[in-house]
């Protein structure tokens, strides 16, 4: 391909977000590697859409690359769901190993089905619950909390087994929902926590990574396989560099992170009894098992190993 | 035919009335279980937001028909009183070209997202999609009859 | 270039008569066409994802609310108590306006939402009592759009993300501006009102105050339903909108029983179609954004402001002049999305206040929502009140001109927003 290719790259962070940070390496790195064949224009923020919208248009071809939350995959693939399961990445490096691995490779070759290639598997870090009763140290601390959750039907159910109370808020309406007390509960990553501000709106934030956040990096399957082989392999090794990036700063930030929202007054609470929550939240796994079958539980829990 | 076209635009009254109905009656029963109750109703949110689309897409074939979309036509009544049955025609066709590409547009993304399956509703999210399928689909018929229909004199719409 | 393309296009054929909706996708169109990325799935997309979107959600719900006060008897109680309160003076009912507008800015965060129901709710009032068309529009619509001013405020939530500025300090500095915008349109309202030959009413003794105080207390309680609910966290802006209809049937079907089950009917389907007009003109107003997102216009104008660094009041007031221009023919939360983060390093370099930054930004981002040609609220109040776009423009004019003058006393002395702010917050 002789002609230059310009490829829309959006995602829905703020521009202070790592997925900011990740898309702007891969821009440079692209951009330079291809020697100006290919060019990449970030729109960072939603701009092009939200976390659905994105992957709608991404499908269809008006978007070239996005970047969102691997839960909102599940609707195409339910057993990617299992991913997000409560509890299921003990560490990062078990997740980084399982994503990495023919498990990972599985659900990519899936989104192909549907008009996507699959390039990595950046991540959001774990979920922890912030709100503005108190520490939660057990399960038993979440009772009675009116709690927004996200549409992941698992987390949902999880925060109804241990008797909180999950309403769905749309993320651009949780800011004022927890300042004025309609929810008093919420959970996302670290780097959510501070980059929406829910810092200014919530006291306590405890560490309960109840549940891994992977990200997914994907292409339109057409547009990739549009491209020269050279042009292909520099997208792909482009990919690879800029995922192992993000994690990495993913990982070293957090802490920062932490101290940052600490300094911003909210009581940090890493005292969490893991297994207490993991035994109360078993039935979500039958559950999941019950609708999806244990196929890729299984896997994910062996390629752990 | 006629008779069809009037049972046609009723239908689509009741329907945007009763989803308006259950929009209002799922997100204040939301707000009574939250309170009162403490739970909620999982669906409600994404329930009532596709309500929200077919209202819309619905109520703009509604308003198509009617001649309700905002529109400024004193300037060209007044500057060229002679040209304006001419510029109706081709306002009907931008129209019916962008009807055209919203049908086909959200046709293909309605096939897209058949499969799926929203996580809250157990719903298809290609029913979003459908509404601008339908929409798109009665607002050609709309601008076609138009476009083919008689060619209007402006003294005629003046004296409405 | 493009940015002339598309403002050209979308200009001619409104003025040719082109329904404002179509105009904008006929302009997306044209965009398309120059990028070389003609595409039906673009407008599909762009469309239904503008139009889905549980925030605007409060429109029918208000509009029911207001359709249900209109015709349930609330709103006739209401015209009773104002005008037995303050109808002997003269343009009562805007000055009733005016303070509504600035009570529902502080109950809802959306300006679209507020004017919708301060157009379907007061300008029957109005106009039964005799008032100039114009003018009322005028105001109402002028008075919407303190909503995202005041807190709470989708804007400013927004606003926050997109700047990386604090979202409460954001909403506490708004407060200020948000009074001194109604304080403005007081002063513009008398001097309208000082021309004008409108009937007064003999002023009303203490029995008759009483009496329609009464009679109206149910119809009083709504507001006071919703500040509260809002408030104290019972429930969001857009379930507050529900909440106030569904009050306001129980209130006129139960106590005033003014209420039918046909009348139910014929206010659901007007709801409707309002609503559909209004929104089906915010997914066309979506696509064409999208598209200008994706031609870059704005970063082009970002990078001319390179130079102006060193002067922060010229830095500001040429930025205000981009954002109006802007706003012109863009809706507010995509024009603070592609803009804020462009303009924010060059801010953070001038050494001006984000915070005092981010509520100009807003505060005029607000005022394109009541300029022509593309102005969502101007859209909803001639909608709403079905009067032509051209009676809305003429009455909203002299209102922008004070607001535009607000404007620039701001960008002179950023300490009338500044120093309120410090001292409310601490
Ligand atoms: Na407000
Ligand atoms: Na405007």
């Known amino acids: ?207 309960t990574r109840h549940a891994y956040s992977p990200l997914a990096l994907v292409m339109n399957l057409n547009k990739f396989n549009g491209l020269s082989a050279e042009e292909q392999k520099i997208i792909t090794e482009v990919s690879a560099e800029a995922v192992a990036m993000q994690r990495e700063l993913s990982i070293a930030k957090e802490d920062e992170m932490i101290a940052t929202l600490e300094a911003e007054g909210m009581m940090v609470n890493r005292d969490v009894d893991g297994a207490a929550f993991q035994k109360a939240v078993k039935p979500v796994w039958r559950n999941f098992i019950k609708e999806n079958g244990d196929t890729l539980i299984n896997a994910i829990l062996e390629a752990g190993m | 035919m006629r008779q069809l076209s009037i049972w046609l635009w009723q239908f689509i009254d009741i329907i945007m009335a009763v989803l308006l109905a259950a929009m209002i009656l799922l997100v204040f029963a939301n707000v009574v279980l939250r ?107 709309v601008a076609l009859f138009n476009l083919f229909g008689p060619l209007n004199k402006p003294d005629d719409e003046a004296q409405e | 270039m493009t940015l002339l393309l598309f403002l050209s296009v979308l200009l001619f054929s409104i003025f040719l008569g082109l329904p404002v909706a179509f105009a904008l996708l006929l302009a997306a169109m044209a965009l398309m066409l120059q990028m070389d990325l003609f595409s039906a799935d673009i407008l599909a997309q762009s469309m239904i994802n503008g139009v ?46 005016i303070f509504t507008a600035v009570l529902l800015a502080g109950l809802s965060g959306s300006a679209v939402a507020d004017a919708a129901a301060l157009v379907s709710i007061l300008y029957p009032m109005m106009k039964k009592a005799g008032y100039p068309e114009a003018p009322s529009m005028g105001l109402l619509a002028s008075g919407g759009i303190i909503a995202p001013v005041i807190p709470p405020s989708l804007p400013l939530i927004i606003m926050g993300v997109a700047g990386n500025i604090s979202i409460a300090k954001l909403f506490i500095g708004g407060i200020v501006p948000g009074l001194i915008m109604g304080m403005a349109l007081i002063v513009v309202w008398t001097v309208i009102m000082r021309k004008e030959d409108v009937e007064v009413a003999p002023k009303a003794d203490r029995s008759e105050r009483l009496a329609a105080l009464k009679d109206g207390v149910w119809a009083l309680f709504l507001p006071v339903i919703i ?119 060059i801010i953070k370099l001038a050494g001006i206040d984000p915070v005092y930054f981010g509520l100009m930004f807003v505060i005029n981002t607000s005022i394109g929502l009541i300029t022509p040609p593309v102005g969502n609220v101007l859209n909803v109040v001639c909608g709403v009140g079905r009067v032509p776009m051209s009676t809305a423009v003429k009455g909203v004019l002299p209102f922008i001109a004070v607001y535009l003058m607000l404007l620039a006393l701001f960008v002179a002395f950023p300490s009338i927003i500044i120093v309120p702010m410090k001292i409310l917050i601490g």
């Open chain 1, 1 to 207: 391909a002789s002609a230059q290719v310009t490829l829309k790259l959006a995602h829905a962070a703020p521009a202070s977000d790592l997925q900011q940070t990740l898309s702007l390496f891969f821009k440079e790195q692209v951009e330079a590697r291809s020697n100006g064949s290919l060019k990449v224009n970030v729109f960072p923020q939603g701009q092009l859409g939200n976390d659905a919208q994105m992957i709608d248009g991404t499908r269809s071809g008006i978007i070239d690359i996005e970047m969102s939350g691997l839960n909102n995959f599940t609707g195409l693939i339910p057993e990617a769901a299992a991913f997000t399961l409560p509890f299921m990445f003990p560490t990062r490096e078990i997740a980084y190993k399982v994503l990495d691995g023919d498990v990972g490779q599985g659900v990519s070759k899936q989104m192909e089905e549907f008009g996507l290639k699959g390039l990595g598997y950046p991540e959001n870090g774990y979920r922890n619950v912030s709100n503005n009763r108190g520490p939660i140290r057990v399960p038993e601390d979440l009772k009675g909390l009116r709690m927004r959750v996200n549409s992941s039907k698992a987390l949902n159910d999880m925060f109804d087994m241990v008797g909180a109370n999950p309403q769905q808020i749309p993320v651009a309406e949780l800011y004022t929902a927890l300042e004025t007390g309609v929810v008093d509960a919420q959970d996302h990553p670290i780097g959510v926590v501070q980059s929406f501000k829910f810092y200014e709106v919530q006291k306590y934030l405890s560490l």
């Open chain 3, 227 to 345: 500040i509260g609910g809002i408030r104290f966290g019972v429930f969001t802006p857009t379930e507050a909108a529900v909440v106030a209809a569904v009050y306001a049937i129980a209130v006129s079907a139960f106590i005033y029983r003014e209420l039918t089950w046909h009348s139910l009917f014929r206010m659901l389907v007007q709801s409707a179609r309002t609503t559909a007009m209004v929104m089906f003109l915010v997914g066309s107003a979506m696509v064409a954004a999208w598209l200008i997102t994706v031609a870059q216009l704005p970063q082009q104008l970002a990078e001319l402001l390179g130079p102006l660094v060193d002067s922060p009041k010229l830095l500001m007031a040429t930025i205000m002049v981009i954002v109006l221009m802007v706003g012109m023919v863009m809706d507010l939360a995509p024009t603070i999305l592609i803009l804020v983060p462009l303009f924010m390093p």
């Open chain 2, 35 to 141: 309170y009162g109750f403490s739970s909620g109703l999982r669906p409600s949110v994404e329930l009532s937001r596709l309500g929200f689309v077919w209202v819309v897409m619905l109520g703009a074939v509604t308003a198509l028909r009617r001649g309700e979309h905002l529109a400024v036509t004193e300037l060209a009544d007044r500057l060229f009183p002679r040209a304006v049955p001419f510029l109706r025609k081709a306002i009907w066709l931008v129209i019916l070209v962008s009807v055209w590409m919203l049908f086909w547009g959200a046709a293909k993304q309605t096939l897209a997202n058949w499969n799926n399956i929203s996580p809250l509703t157990g719903l298809p999210s290609g029913l979003f999609y459908l509404a601008g399928v339908v929409s798109g689909a009665l607002m050609g018929f």
């Open chain 3, 52 to 97: 889905d979107s549980f925030p605007l959600l409060a429109i029918p719900f208000f509009l029911m609310a207001g359709e249900v006060m209109a015709s349930g008897g609330l709103s006739t109680r209401i015209v009773r108590l104002a005008t037995a309160l303050m109808g002997h003076r003269k343009g009562g009912l805007g000055y009733v306006a």
